[in-house]
């Protein structure tokens, strides 16, 4: 009898171990970028800038202890040229080649292509690749075959995808193609390789960027300037970047701009506060017959513009509904706390923002404003009109006193609220149609901020003053559709707002149908169980999805780029 | 009831005790020895340590480890989980009242099928001893045993939902179904009989199918070779003998006579299977999008949530006690001779 009782507790303890092993530190695919993470400069101005490491020449390898010197004084690992040996030695074309059969595109700047004032400063300093100069700069150093520079590079084995070993392992190759520099891989998972980085423990290491808006500012500062980039574990300060920056941000002259973000890029390639790799596009995938699938470089996917053909056979039986895959899932769907692309996702479509984009384009139009707003003579000061008649969803009027609301919420620091809080100061409501937002310097990007979901209003009654709502039960808002229910890790159901003050959504219904597992929603997409598959498909599934008759493989060529890091306070001796 | 079978029912229920004690005291100290936090894994790098902080002290984090320890005791005892740490940071209770009813509706038919396909699977194999089915069958059993849960459970889904398109693929119910559907207890069979939705009824049994067949076929290895072994020894006995003697037919004699003998430990390894099942359920929710336990519990441990980790496994090692106690009382009551 107690020996049975003992089986039993074994087997318990047992059951324990299989769990934690089986979703230990590589869990389910989850491929491809699932939630990047859509880091934004923090508000807090503690850290003190620090200069940036000065280019000591110092000829000693890292890991050699030249017991010389006995408790010598702690060197920084990284100095310009050895960055610069690195970004010279790394061939972006063939990695994409080797890793993703060329289908994502070789990044030379922080920035992407298409944006405004877009360049390509690292093709112009290195070329697709410069090994000489790589070995050159290396040998300049100090370094030989036999006592070669010598760190850890890490990268979070599942975060990214499972591609990310791959890439790494390529980029190794690279790097130590130089035969001066041996590199070794090191892995954490996501939950510790954020801590470890943000604690300035990781010398050189790989992260995913995804705008919160479209301006190369977010691309920028939050990795080169003095105050940001520590929090991206960067420890980056170089006066000369921060001035530029903070000149750029603050322009509206777009020559101004172009010329800043020229000096930047450049400046960029040479003291290297990052690598960039690549840039990885989404793919979706939909059933023949399903039309108005219009995706831009924002990302933003308007439900309402989806419409069925005449022989389409929709996977509800019924063209008024539509059902849409996904694999992300809710963090929150509070407009002053979502920080990731599913939450911000259902948020514009059941609501708008002041300003919105064209569907398909990068234009901004007016939104929940009338018109495009008013900016006072020295940049700080923006006035929007609301459009006359606005309600939400169940016909409550909407007033500019719920954007002074909404900024109130903003205090409640949400995940999404360092976003708003670094660059607006207040707003505040003349009128009941006025809402105007004073800022914290001229920053000619904030329209583009404007089109974010902060700046979404939310129903009193359902996203009260004083305190965050992650998951409500419905949600009444100012967008062509209107969320009826949530089943949580199952559906959530949207319905036609009939109040919308724009045109009609052509289908009447939403269903985002949550999976867990990509390769069950790809098959879901091929059987018509659903009728889009959207986020996220890895490679290897868009590929296969390609040779199905039924379903339309469509690359989005999103935004989202991988990208190396060095930090750059980082010292020889805490190895 | 005799008083030897109660006293064995109180002192079986009392070693229930330490055994779940014990069990959520590990997992309590496994969670906050892993590296990684709440806070970071939820928030990323944009957390300043200031914002980090406040954030802990919201959560509680930051009492002494004796404080958190003895709170989540309390709380387990009077069934306040409290709240998710992270991630929406709903009412844990609430979860488990959405999400438990689920495992437990994809558990049951799977340990069912487990328990019938090896149990008779078994007797047929010891019956056939030596022929080809025998063999086959032992062969079968190692191979379901040792693949992978996930997958035999895609290689199934794509047989079975997208080559023969027979069953759906994920999920508990049709999409356009659900929109209509009331959940009551979330037990979608008791729901769509209680609102009296056939359509609904249909739609969650077919749904049910290739989940719980992945699942319960897993299982079923260990069961039908315990059964084999059992049942050959049993057709050896001498009341075996005597019923051929008395010119019973063989069907009746092995699955009437013999099989009913073989329960007793069957019904201890069903008990000991029960806690693989809920581990295998952890891998099947997630394959068929299963919106249970199993797959909460994945992403919670992704999440370094303590209070979400702590409170499932709590739940699940209840329901393992539980079924381990309810297997040794049914031991018991059919064999007088096993009692303390």
């Known amino acids: ?575 | 009831m005799s008083s030897s079978f109660r006293n064995f029912i109180i002192t079986r229920l009392l070693m229930t005790i330490p055994m779940i004690l014990i069990l959520v005291t590990m997992v309590f100290f496994v969670m906050r020895i892993l590296p990684g936090d709440p806070i970071r894994s939820q928030l990323g790098p944009k957390v300043s340590e200031e914002q980090a902080a406040q954030l802990r002290e919201r959560m509680g984090l930051n009492r002494p480890l004796h404080i958190q320890y003895f709170d989540f005791l309390w709380r387990m005892v009077t069934l306040d989980f409290g709240n998710a740490l992270t991630q929406g940071e709903r009412p844990i209770r609430e979860e488990l009242a959405e999400k438990l009813p689920a495992t437990i509706e994809l558990a049951v038919p799977a340990i069912t099928f487990t328990a019938l396909a090896g149990i008779f699977g078994g007797a047929f194999a010891a019956k056939n001893r030596k022929k080809p089915v025998d063999y086959g069958l032992r062969v079968i059993s190692v191979m379901v045993y040792a693949f992978p849960i996930f997958f035999l459970g895609l290689l199934f889904q794509i047989i079975f939902a997208v080559r023969i398109p027979l069953f759906p693929l994920a999920g508990r119910m049709d999409s356009m179904l659900m929109t209509t559907f009331e959940p009551i207890t979330n037990f979608y069979f008791i729901d769509s009989i209680l609102t009296g939705n056939w359509a609904a009824l249909k739609s969650m049994l077919l749904h049910l199918v290739l989940p719980s067949f992945t699942l319960g076929l897993i299982l079923t290895g260990p069961f039908l070779r315990l059964t084999r072994v059992n049942m050959l020894e049993m057709l050896q006995s001498d009341f075996i003998t005597a019923g051929r003697a008395r010119g019973l037919p063989e069907d009746r004699l092995v699955y009437k006579h013999a099989l009913r003998n073989t329960f007793i430990p069957i019904i201890t390894l069903l008990g000991l299977q029960f806690a693989l099942l809920l581990a295998g359920a952890v891998l099947t929710e997630t394959t068929f999008s299963w919106p249970g336990l199993g797959r909460y519990l994945v992403q919670r441990i992704e999440l370094r949530d303590y209070n979400a980790v702590q409170s499932v496994i709590a739940v699940f090692a209840l329901f393992v006690g539980g079924i381990s106690v309810l297997v040794d009382i049914l031991y018991a009551f059919i064999d007088p001779r096993i009692r303390y």
């Open chain 1, 1 to 575: 009898m107690l020996r049975k009782s003992m089986t039993a507790l074994v087997s318990v303890i047992v059951l324990l171990s299989l769990a934690l092993t089986a979703c230990g530190p590589t869990e389910t695919p989850t491929a491809a970028p699932t939630e990047e993470p859509t880091e934004e400069p923090t508000e807090e101005p503690t850290e003190a800038p620090t200069e940036a490491p000065t280019p000591t020449a110092e000829p000693e390898a890292t890991e050699a202890p030249e017991e010389t010197e006995e408790a010598a004084e702690p060197q920084p690992l990284w100095n310009a040229e050895l960055r610069q040996a690195i970004a010279a030695a790394i061939d972006r074309e063939a990695l994409v080649d080797r890793v993703f059969e060329g289908r994502n595109i070789p990044a030379y700047h922080m920035v992407p292509p298409a944006y405004p004032y877009a360049t390509e400063p690292f093709l112009e300093k290195y070329g697709t690749r410069d090994l000489d100069m790589a070995i050159e700069l290396l040998e300049g150093q100090g370094y030989t075959e036999e006592e070669p520079f010598e760190f850890d590079f890490w990268y979070p084995p599942e975060h990214y995808g499972t591609t990310t070993a791959d890439v790494v392992q390529v980029l190794k190759e690279q790097i130590e193609e130089t035969g001066l520099i041996r590199m070794n891989l090191q892995t954490q998972n996501w939950a510790e390789y954020v801590d470890s980085f943000v604690a300035g423990e990781m010398p050189f290491f790989v992260l995913g960027w995804f705008p919160d808006f479209a301006d190369p500012e977010n691309w920028l500062s939050p990795f080169g300037s003095c105050l940001q980039s520590p929090d991206m574990g960067v420890f980056y300060c170089n006066e000369e970047m921060d001035a530029m920056l903070q000149e750029a941000a603050a322009s509206a002259d777009p020559d101004v701009r172009e010329e800043l973000y020229q000096d930047i890029g450049e400046l960029w390639a040479e003291d290297l506060p990052t690598i960039p790799l690549f840039w990885e596009p989404e793919f979706i995938v939909y059933r023949n017959g399903v039309e108005g699938v219009k995706i831009a470089s924002t990302l933003e996917f308007n439900y309402k513009e989806l419409s069925f053909s005449d022989d389409a056979q929709p996977a509800s039986g019924s063209t008024d509904t539509i059902i849409i895959g996904t694999t992300d899932e809710i963090h929150s769907l509070d407009a002053q706390d979502a920080y990731s692309v599913h939450d911000w996702e259902i948020l514009r479509n059941t609501g708008t923002a002041l300003l919105t984009y064209e569907p398909g384009t990068a234009d901004l139009i007016p939104g929940a404003a009338e018109s495009m707003p008013e900016v006072s003579d020295d940049g700080t000061t923006y006035t929007f009109t609301l459009r006359e008649g606005l309600t939400f969803a169940d016909g409550t009027p909407v007033t500019a006193e719920d954007y002074v609301r909404a900024w109130e919420r903003i205090g409640l620091e949400g995940d999404v609220s360092g976003l708003v809080q670094l660059y607006v100061s207040d707003v505040t409501a003349p009128d009941e149609r006025t809402v105007v937002y004073e800022l914290t310097d001229a920053y000619g990007f904030f329209p583009a901020l404007s089109a974010t979901a902060p700046f979404i209003a939310q129903h009193p009654d359902q996203y009260p003053v004083d305190e965050l709502v992650f998951f409500p039960e419905a949600i009444d808002g100012v967008g062509p559709y209107q969320m009826v229910s949530l089943t949580e890790g199952e559906q959530m159901e949207l319905q036609a707002n009939p109040n919308y003050f724009g045109e009609a959504p052509n289908i009447e219904n939403v269903i985002v149908r949550y999976f867990a597992d990509p390769t069950t929603m790809s098959n879901a997409v091929e059987t018509g169980e659903i009728d889009i598959a959207w986020r996220t498909l890895g490679p290897v599934e868009a590929v296969r999805l390609q040779e199905v008759d039924e379903v339309l493989v469509e690359k989005i060529n999103a935004p989202a780029l991988r990208y190396l890091v060095f930090q750059h306070e980082y010292m020889m001796t805490a190895e």
